[in-house]
């Protein structure tokens, strides 16, 4: 089968398109996470969290977070270590929870996280008992009976119960039930999973690689490992080569020759489109990284700045903080990477007004 050549624009358009960031807009919230095959579940707020983000820039101002929790409550979707993902799509991952931690030759992580929940063999049992009698719960509710306690150099150190738990999930053990004011609530998770049929593992595997491909439109054949992303898709897909970039890829054929109407869309910086960095220069040629960790004077584009889309071409970010307790959206800046048209000003402060509309706040512009 010959490479298929594509230059720069094409690439780009692929991987919007993927992305359900053309036009026309999808309608439905389900297909949206099916296409997407996941969300990331991260509650910073400085403009709204990152899952509604995503739906709104796809969906329109007419989705509502309540169309989230309403889908996760009635489990049609399922959080999974920090990811929102179809409910169906399980049994394309409980193969690799009964192998927790691993299959073949374990790394020294591998092993040190296997030996750590091998320790406290008598706490995991009394929080499944807990849950088996009282469940859902938050993990503030469940005993902390470790006998090794839990050490890192990071915020983890000594909470023994919530890295169990992230681990017993790993583990296909337990599963996130909903979520209260304060975090997660825990249930054994045979209450939560759908009882599919598991799919073997090298089988799921490959239906992995291939739906991540056809979400992603175009990507690398293989690279570094990801805890929920597939690093390997080469046998997805058709090999292409992009003009200018460097390396093998491989391409979703069903996007292949399909026209292309773009718009303009304001992404959350945890936005598929620009999570992996160095895809995202290399095929839109676009500066960004996220600062919300940098010293304020240290920054850029700001604490939460959020990539512009418009057409096939990231342009700009949009330096703004939902202040809710004064009721506006306060845009503090826009930084053009390049300079924008009247046409491009005009369709950036449409969607500024849109998101503000959506969060029921007033804007706030900037002054000159």
């Excluded at 005009?346 to 007004?353: D, L, Q, S």
Aim: with cysteine; net charge neutral; aromatic share 6%.
């Amino acid at each position: 089968m010959s490479v298929h050549e594509l230059s720069r624009a094409e690439a780009r358009r692929i991987a919007v398109r993927a992305q359900l960031l053309d036009r026309p807009r999808p309608t439905s919230l389900p297909e949206v996470v099916r296409r997407l095959t996941l969300l990331q579940f991260d509650q910073t707020a400085a403009v709204a969290p990152n899952a509604d983000l995503v739906l709104w820039s796809r969906l329109g101002s007419a989705y509502r977070p309540a169309h989230l929790q309403q889908a996760l409550g009635d489990q049609a979707l399922v959080e999974v270590q920090g990811m929102i993902r179809p409910a169906a799509d399980l049994a394309l991952h409980r193969a690799d929870m009964a192998d927790w931690p691993g299959r073949g030759e374990l790394t020294e992580w591998q092993e040190f996280r296997r030996d750590w929940v091998a320790a406290n063999r008598g706490c995991r049992l009394d929080i499944l008992a807990r849950l088996r009698s009282d469940g859902p719960l938050p993990a503030r509710e469940l005993p902390d009976t470790c006998d090794v306690p839990w050490q890192s150099s990071g915020w983890t150190n000594d909470r023994n119960v919530l890295k169990l738990l992230d681990l017993m999930e790993a583990r296909g053990e337990v599963a996130v039930a909903g979520r209260d004011h304060r975090g997660r609530l825990w249930d054994l998770a045979e209450r939560i999973y759908p009882d599919d049929r598991v799919v073997p593992a090298e089988q799921a595997a490959r239906v992995r690689g291939g739906r991540w491909l056809a979400s992603m439109g175009i990507a690398r054949s293989s690279g570094a490992a990801h805890p929920v992303a597939p690093a390997d898709v080469a046998q997805a897909g058709e090999a292409a080569v992009i003009e200018g970039v460097r390396g093998r890829w491989r391409v979703d054929p069903a996007q292949l020759g399909r026209p292309f109407a773009g718009r303009t869309v304001l992404l959350s910086p945890l936005d598929r489109l620009v999570f992996d960095r160095k895809r995202m220069t290399e095929l839109f040629e676009f500066e960004y990284q996220l600062e919300m960790y940098k010293p304020a004077a240290k920054r850029r584009w700001g604490y939460w700045a959020m990539p512009i889309l418009h057409g096939d071409r990231l342009v700009g970010k949009l330096d703004a903080t939902a202040d809710r307790r004064a009721g506006v959206l306060r845009v503090d800046a826009i930084h053009e990477d390049v300079p924008f048209t009247k046409a491009m000003t005009e369709a950036v402060g449409h969607e500024i007004g849109e998101l503000a509309a959506w969060l029921g706040l007033h804007l706030d512009l900037p002054r000159d």
